[in-house]
Structures are given as structure tokens and as C-alpha cells.
């Protein structure tokens, strides 16, 4: 800009000196500037017909004067030259990032008349003055400045023109529209289709939606014929051609309306004729006919809303009225209710579904989450820090499990005693409530009945014993034994909670009572592991053909649901009966499908050799897994996920066993043959440095 100036200086100074009778620019500027008069930007015509103007006027000054007026001359063809460029590269650029839906005129904003783009810059202005001022005197009327200014606006509004919106882009407005509209922001929404323009539905939509809201229900009813050619689209929630009387269901709903509010205003004898004469001729839903007809007997107004389940006549009810008939027509023409605000759920959903670390119960209520950062779970808020370490036992233990309630653990030890512990409810600590003594063998194996009031103790392969204990009072209740060849080493209680089946590896399998009485038993059948499924019938066991087996002792039928190619050390079976989580010898921890009878997960990771050790499933909606290992460590995995998403170090033997507590979703125990139980939580109120330390012994393994 500089050099154009010197430029421009020069040649008004050496116009002056030919008409005195000076000499002729030298060629090569003269050159330069027949280059930048053809350079092809916009505006440039203009500046150089005011150019040619002022030229024409310096020549009849004085020497004097007409370097004075080239000074301002040089600074007022800097400043439009700088104005032109402006408004050209700003023009470019707008058009490539201008929002689709707006335009200068629509944002009250004037390219010609103040010269400001819609971007806010100032594009005619030098310091605050006009261009084609210097310290507020003009260059002359009539000369190139306002030229350079209409071209100059003429370009930026040809650059402003509306670009056409994406499908996309107006699905995203409407549904913006249709939140603004729900919170009663009815004038900004007519703003934003206005200037978008799009509409939020359509006309014949609207149209019925004010005559439904308002009970004008022939016009409703009218307007569904004009709303019937608009129903065939596939994108409708409910597509027509699936649903030939969908004009009918529509009319269905809107008379049924009609009907409930004549009653409830005690016209009875128009209610009647809507029934009979508008209703039943409809032919459409019988049934639902004759319960209408008898709400003809509510005696008063509160009668009929509570026998119709109705909110009575109103808003209320229209609404709902309004968000059925919504799903028979096509988004095209009426969004489907609350459109936004169910895509913000899902997509909350889907965050928390994706979340490793997510152990918490699923809030369905946008107001308890803040949407303008992702769904993120801290690995502090989960149970892989050592919170407790039990050492009460003084040998290896073999077992622990929660109670169904979660107030109570179960530690059962090769020290021939079982420790029951009470949970506190508020620090979720844990305290030495009873010990059960006089199992000679150990105890291998725990199971609390449903109610909690009983514990059954097993031992392990050597062991022909059964106690069954009264939690309550410490007492043992039974203590079962059928033969001393028996194995009694696991056992299942039935739904119940009045029976129980046991069983072992030299071939006993055997349905008792709560006194230990024989009912049923099934010959030939070594059990390495029971559950009872929820149908009150069904018993899961797997044997030493390396498969789980149903056994029904009502039909005593049976039938083959899971094979394994490696023998079955143990299992467990999710809440809803549906997956089986199995510790595999040589394999580690296999995910099946009990109804689809498919493997479904490998995990990866644990050692498992052939000892029996018990896995879990665990956390809010069961969405975890954890299982002990011959590594001496706890591993937890995402149900989803093969690997594993925490190891948890403490122990320094073989982890047997891992219980997860069904209530306390952020609580777990593990027991080993170090001889102790070590009770997992989230990370404690620590310094940073601290908590530092606490994740060295929690090994993150997020895929």
C-alpha cells in the first residue's frame, strides 16, 4: 500500500508538472500502473475513475495547492484502496464460513449503507472517519470515493446470498424450534424460522395441532383428511402400509377424547351420541367401546378420571392425546414429542453404556447431568484400592461371599471355621460378627439361602459333610450326612428357600430340605458345581465331562447347555439367569449365553491352572466381572470387554475366590491363601501423593 502511494504521489505530481510543462512520468511506473489498473479486483474500476477525476482537478491549482491535494489525494486512495481489498477478501472468506440460515439484510446489518460485513469488521473506515475524508474535509464531491463505495457493496451483497440449508442443518433447527416452543419461547422461535427459512411442521399440522388443544374436535376431525395424503411416507413412526386403518385409529383417539370431556362436563346425551354415532360405526376396537360405554355410570367427575386412568379435560390429556396421534404421521409434517430432548438422552446413555469405570445407577433425568462435557467415570471412584485387610483366619481361605442383602460376608478357611462379618452401612467396614466352628475338613464352599437367614457350608473333595447354620442365632440347624463315601463339595438352594440340592465328584447329587431329609437324587452324576435357575425347577451342574448339564428333579429330565474342551472348575450365573461365567482349567474365565447356548467372551489375562477358583459378576447391572487368579490377583474386566480394565496387587498366594456386594456396588472382597481377606472400595480421601502411590498397586488396562 506504501509503494502504491509513493506511486500515486508521484503520478499526481508529474500530471501537475505536464500541464506546466513538465516532464512525462518515466515509463516503468507508468507500466506498474497500468498493471494494477488491470489486476482484476473488484472495485478497482472505481478507484481509478476517481483517480483519473482528482488528476483532472489537481491541474487547475496552483504548484502549491496541488501537492497539498496530492498529499490527501495519496491518503484517500490508500484508504479506498484498502477499503476495496476489505470488502473483496472479506466478502470471499464470508462466503465460505457464512452461517446458512442468515444473511446481512436478515441480521439487521447494511454492507452499502455503514459498510460493516456481517463478520463485524469495518470495511470503509480509517480511524473512526468516513473514507474519502482527511481530518473531516472531502476529496471533492462527485468524485471516485462513493463510487469505490457502491462498488464495494454491491460485491459484499452479492457475496451475502443464502446458501441452501442441508437436510441435516433444517433437521437440526426444527429441533431446536420444537424445545424453544415447549418452553414457551414462541417469538424466538418464529425468528428462527423466519430467518432459517424453514418450518417447524407442517401447515395442515399446526392447523390440527391448535384445533385439538383448543377441543374444536370437528375441525380436528376435518383436518385429517387433509393430513391422510401426507401419512404414506416411510419415515413415518408408524408407516401406513404396515397399519391400513391408521386414519381410523387417528379418528379413534380424537372422539374418544371428545367423549371422555362431554362426560366429564355432564352432557351425557352428547356423549352418547358420540358413542353411538361416531364410535361404533367406526367399527374399529370393539372392546375398547364397550369399556367406554361404561364410564356412562361414573356418578361424578373424579369417578370418571380415576376409572379412565385420564387426567380429565384440559391441557393435560390433550397433550398426551396429541403425542399418541404424533406417531402416526412422518417427521416431515410433525416432529415426534420431545424429539430433542430424547436425543440428548440416548446420547447420555450411550456416554455411560461406553464409560469403563461407570458403577453407578442410570438416571434417566437430563438435570442430573451436565451436557456440555462428556460422560467421564474417574478410576478413583472404583473398587480397586485396598480399603480393609482381614487376617481373623489362620490358614488359607477358600471361599467368601456376600449376603443377598449385602449387609453380611461369609469367609470360609482351611482353618476349619467360618467368620461371618457385618457391614456398616454408612464407612462400609467391616466387623467380626460370629464365628461357626467344627468343620473338620475346612470349608470350601458357602451358600446363603434367599432370604439370608441361612448358611450351608461345604468342604472339600474328602468331605462328606453338610452344615446348615442359622445366621441369626449362631446355631447350627443341620448337619447332613447321606454316607461317608460321599463328596459333599457344593451346594445350590433352591428359590424357595425350603430346599437345596448338593453334590461332589464321586457321584452324589442329591435334593434335601431344610432338615437335611432326602427328597430326590440323581444317580451317576459328578459335580464339580450347582446353581439353581429362578424357574424353582431347573438345576445347572457341571461334571467331570467337562460340561454344564439342566436337571429337572420334577420330570427328571436332563439336558446338555454348555461344552467345554477343558474341565469346568467352577461357575456362577448372572441375576436374570441368562449368562454363565466360567472359570476354565488351563483357559481362564469364559462368558456364555445360556439360552442361545454360545460362548460369548474369552477373558483375558488370568492364570488358571486346575485349581478351583471362583469368578463373580459385579457392579450396578452386573457390568463388571472379577475373578481371582493364580498370579496372586484380582482382575476385573468390562462385561463388553476381553481385557481387563483393572488388576488389583495386595495379595501374595493364590486369590480363590472374589464376591462382589450386590448392594454396595463400589465394595468387594477377595480371599487367598495368604490367609487373609482384603475388602476392596473406591480410592480414600488422600493427598495427591498418596493417591499416587494408591494407583501403582492398581494397574490401568483400558482399551
Known amino acids: 500500500t506504501a509503494a502504491l502511494g509513493e506511486e500515486t504521489l508521484a503520478s499526481a505530481s508529474s500530471s501537475s508538472d505536464s500541464d506546466t510543462g513538465g516532464a512525462s512520468p518515466p515509463p516503468r511506473k507508468k507500466h506498474r500502473a497500468s498493471a494494477a489498473e488491470g489486476a482484476g479486483e473488484p472495485g478497482a474500476s472505481a478507484v481509478v475513475t476517481g483517480l483519473s477525476g482528482v488528476v483532472l482537478g489537481l491541474a487547475t491549482h496552483s504548484p502549491h495547492s496541488q501537492a497539498t491535494s496530492a498529499i490527501h489525494f495519496n491518503r ?28 446481512s439484510a436478515q441480521n439487521g446489518e447494511s454492507s452499502t449503507a455503514s459498510g460493516t460485513h456481517s463478520n463485524g ?10 473514507v474519502g475524508t482527511s481530518n473531516g474535509s472531502s476529496t471533492g464531491p462527485g468524485t471516485g470515493t462513493s463510487a469505490a463505495s457502491t462498488a464495494s457493496g454491491s460485491e459484499v451483497g452479492s457475496l451475502k ?39 417447524l411442521e407442517h401447515p395442515s399440522a399446526t392447523k390440527f395441532r391448535n384445533h385439538v388443544m383448543e377441543g374444536e374436535w370437528d375441525k380436528a376431525e376435518n383436518d385429517l383428511n387433509e393430513l391422510r395424503a401426507l401419512m404414506h411416507s416411510p419415515n413415518a413412526i408408524v408407516v401406513s402400509s404396515l397399519c391400513p386403518n391408521l386414519n381410523w385409529r387417528m379418528k379413534f383417539l380424537l372422539l374418544q ?19 353411538r354415532g361416531e364410535l361404533t360405526p367406526l367399527k374399529y376396537n370393539t372392546d375398547r367401546i364397550h369399556v367406554l360405554s361404561g364410564y356412562l355410570m361414573c356418578s361424578h367427575a373424579e369417578d370418571l378420571r380415576a376409572k379412565a386412568e385420564w387426567e380429565g379435560k384440559g391441557t393435560a390429556s390433550r397433550c398426551r392425546l396429541l403425542d399418541k396421534l404424533q406417531t402416526y404421521l412422518p417427521p416431515s409434517v410433525m416432529l415426534p414429542p420431545r424429539r430433542l430432548q430424547t436425543l440428548l438422552r440416548q446420547a447420555v446413555e450411550l456416554q455411560r453404556d461406553r464409560c469403563l469405570y461407570h458403577n453407578t445407577k442410570l438416571d434417566s433425568n437430563l438435570d442430573s447431568v451436565s451436557l456440555l462435557i462428556d460422560h467421564v467415570c474417574s478410576r478413583l471412584q472404583f473398587p480397586c484400592y485396598t480399603q480393609q485387610i482381614l487376617t481373623e483366619h489362620c490358614n488359607e481361605v477358600w471361599f467368601c461371599k456376600f449376603s443377598n442383602d449385602g449387609t453380611k460376608l461369609a469367609t470360609g478357611s482351611k482353618d476349619t471355621t467360618v467368620i461371618i462379618w457385618q457391614v456398616d452401612p454408612e464407612s462400609h467396614q467391616l466387623k467380626l460378627l460370629r464365628t461357626l466352628e467344627g468343620h473338620a475338613y475346612g470349608v470350601s464352599y458357602l451358600a446363603w439361602s434367599p432370604d439370608d437367614t441361612y448358611l450351608i457350608a461345604c468342604g472339600p473333595d474328602d468331605c462328606s459333610e453338610l452344615w446348615l447354620w442359622n445366621v441369626q442365632t449362631g446355631e447350627l ?78 420330570d427328571l429330565t436332563d439336558r446338555n447347555i454348555v461344552q467345554e474342551d477343558h474341565p469346568i472348575m467352577s461357575f456362577t450365573v448372572s441375576k436374570n439367569g441368562r449368562l454363565a461365567l466360567l472359570n476354565v482349567a488351563t483357559q481362564g474365565v469364559h462368558l456364555w449365553d445360556l439360552q442361545d447356548r454360545v460362548l460369548v467372551r474369552k477373558y483375558q489375562g488370568v492364570t488358571q491352572g486346575f485349581y478351583t477358583i471362583h469368578s463373580c459378576f459385579g457392579g450396578h447391572n452386573e457390568d463388571f466381572i472379577a475373578s481371582g487368579s493364580e498370579d496372586h490377583k484380582v482382575y476385573i474386566w468390562h462385561r463388553r470387554g476381553e481385557l481387563p480394565i483393572a488388576e488389583l496387587t495386595g495379595h501374595t498366594r493364590t486369590v480363590n475366590c472374589v464376591s462382589w456386594n450386590p448392594a454396595i456396588p463400589g465394595l468387594m472382597a477377595s480371599a487367598s491363601d495368604d490367609g487373609t481377606v482384603r475388602v476392596w472400595g473406591p480410592a480414600p480421601f488422600l493427598d495427591s501423593q498418596e493417591t499416587d502411590g494408591l494407583n501403582e498397586n492398581c494397574s490401568n488396562m483400558d482399551s
Open 161 to 199: 446470498k443464502k446458501k441452501r440449508l442441508t437436510q441435516a442443518e433444517e433437521d437440526v433447527i426444527r429441533l431446536i424450534g420444537q424445545h424453544l416452543h415447549g418452553l414457551g419461547l414462541n417469538q424466538t422461535v418464529d425468528l428462527l424460522m423466519q430467518e432459517s427459512g424453514c418450518r
Open 76 to 103: 484517500s486512495v490508500v484508504n479506498n484502496l484498502s477499503s476495496s481489498m476489505q470488502a473483496n477478501g472479506a466478502g470471499q472468506g464470508q462466503e465460505s464460513s457464512e452461517l446458512p440460515c442468515l444473511n
Open 477 to 554: 440347624r443341620t448337619k447332613m450326612s447321606q454316607s461317608h463315601e460321599d463328596s459333599l463339595t457344593s451346594v445350590a438352594w433352591n428359590p424357595d428357600g425350603k430346599r437345596f440340592v448338593t453334590g461332589g465328584q464321586r457321584g452324589q447329587f442329591y435334593q434335601c430340605d431344610l432338615d437335611g431329609n432326602l427328597l430326590d437324587s440323581w444317580e451317576g452324576v459328578r459335580v464339580q458345581c450347582l446353581w439353581c435357575l429362578s424357574d424353582g425347577r431347573t438345576v445347572l451342574a457341571s461334571d467331570t465331562h467337562q460340561r454344564i448339564r439342566g436337571y429337572n428333579f420334577e
Open 121 to 130: 469488521l469495518l470495511s470503509s473506515t480509517d480511524n473512526g472517519n468516513n
Open 257 to 275: 377424547q371428545k367423549y371422555l370431556e362431554y362426560l366429564e362436563d355432564g352432557k351425557v346425551l352428547e356423549a352418547l351420541q358420540v358413542l
